[in-house]
């Protein structure tokens, strides 16, 4: 496995198609959680950490299980895709519980500094996303490695997203808004102009 | 605004004064990444439309036996079931579309307005007042849809275009314009000024009508 490709897929997730900015992905968070720079950073942390292991499992689950078994069983290793979905989401909300549970056992600082994020990532669109992406590309089908840089740069991403957009809020602040643009307008309007300065990354990391 | 107390208002609730996108700001994901063409628009409308009045529905009709320590699960299992049938569905009929959509059909699972209907209306009422919330609710988020969808695919590609794979298109274009569409507005920083635009214009509106109407 070359080096130079995992750089790649890494810079191409995290920069070129950022999940905030070039994908929508995870937009509620990045709408709600914006408003102080250590929040925002939190939950950046939060996500990256469950994104990359449910993206891993995920594809384990796939390849591992039901690829497998849909093979021997029914004849058809793609019969049991139909689960998928469901599996997706099931996966994701148990994740979150396990991470939870291990971060409160052996690590707590990491779990109190986490707070409240890690209960919310469940329904972070984000997440699922990064699963169907994971799945949905031949590249990262066929490689566990690249899958898990994804899934890790993705976070990061977003991570940088959130926490670019908490930086600018906090000044926001101190400004002058129109009353019908306060909260989400201007906010909008805002990453408007962060997603045109990630449109300059394009071409990098191809 | 008063709690809707008919049927016709819980719909129009949904549909108006209660917007999902515009006003209660939910489901930001898809309708900023699908709003590049009415197309798109109109096809994920169809798919949210027929799981959220499934979910609804479902949800209505177990609302006696669902425990409430496991209600977000059974909510996120129904949705996921319907959402694979409709995500299969899709690709069987209008597959260049639902390739398009990319994972935004299978993201329904975690759309927030669909668990909110779920657990604000259909957990504690009949069939139909679950229905026709979930029927306004629908129709508001593809209207919504649809008014972001039109402004940026007029100004970003100069004309709308409905269903060119299946052989008759619908091409509306003012022809002076075409030549000097701003082709930003259909990439990602043109979604995000749109929705700002549009919600700031709706935030104008009801502020005005709130002083109207007092």
Redesign the interface.
């Known amino acids: 496995m070359d080096f130079g490709a995992l750089v790649g897929v890494f810079l191409g997730v995290a920069l070129v198609n950022n999940f905030v900015?070039?994908?929508?992905?995870?937009?509620?968070p990045f709408?709600g959680v914006s408003r102080k720079v250590d929040m925002a950073f939190g939950m950046g942390c939060a996500v990256t950490f469950v994104m990359t292991i449910s993206g891993v499992v995920t594809w384990l689950i796939v390849h591992g299980i039901l690829t497998p078994v849909g093979a021997r069983l029914l004849g058809n290793p793609e019969a049991l895709y139909?689960l998928?979905?469901?599996i997706?989401?099931?996966v994701i909300?148990s994740m979150v519980q396990l991470v939870e549970m291990y971060l409160k056992k052996f690590f707590h600082t990491l779990y109190t500094a986490f707070g409240v994020f890690l209960p919310l990532i469940t329904?972070?669109?984000a997440i699922?996303?990064a699963c169907?992406?994971i799945d949905?590309n031949e590249i990262y089908r066929a490689s566990l490695l690249k899958s898990a840089v994804f899934a890790f740069g993705g976070g990061i991403g977003f991570a940088l997203a959130i926490t670019i957009m908490a930086g600018i809020r906090e000044h926001l602040r101190h400004s002058n808004v129109?009353?019908?643009?306060q909260g989400?307008?201007?906010?909008?309007?805002t990453?408007?102009?962060l997603?045109?300065a990630?449109?300059g990354f394009a071409g990098i990391g191809k | 605004m008063a709690a809707p107390t008919t049927n016709l208002q819980q719909f129009k609730a949904g549909l108006l004064d209660n917007n999902p996108v515009l006003v209660q700001l939910l489901g930001m994901c898809p309708t900023l990444a699908v709003s590049n063409s009415v197309e798109n628009a109109l096809v994920m409308g169809a798919a949210v439309f027929f799981v959220l009045t499934m979910s609804n529905l479902i949800t209505s009709l177990l609302r006696n036996r669902i425990k409430p320590h496991v209600r977000i699960l059974i909510f996120t299992l129904t949705i996921a079931t319907f959402v694979t049938i409709a995500d299969l569905t899709l690709r069987a009929y209008v597959f260049e579309v639902s390739k398009k959509l990319g994972p935004f059909v299978p993201l329904i699972i975690v759309n927030c307005i669909i668990i909110a209907r779920a657990e604000m209306v259909a957990i504690k009422s009949g069939v139909w007042r679950s229905l026709a919330d979930a029927w306004g609710c629908a129709i508001g988020f593809t209207l919504a849809l649809c008014i972001l969808a039109t402004i940026r695919e007029l100004l970003g590609a100069g004309g709308i275009t409905i269903l060119r794979d299946a052989g008759w298109a619908w091409h509306v274009s003012p022809k002076a314009f075409e030549p000097h569409a701003w082709v930003i507005m259909i990439m990602p920083p043109g979604a995000f000024l749109t929705l700002g635009v549009v919600i700031g214009i709706v935030n104008h509106l009801r502020a005005r009508g709130a002083r109207g109407g007092a």
């Open positions: 900015f070039a994908q929508f992905l995870g937009i509620c709408l139909v998928k979905y469901v997706f989401i099931m909300a329904t972070n669109c699922l996303g169907l992406l949905m129109p009353k019908a643009l989400a307008g201007i906010t909008l309007l990453a408007c102009i997603a045109l990630f449109q």
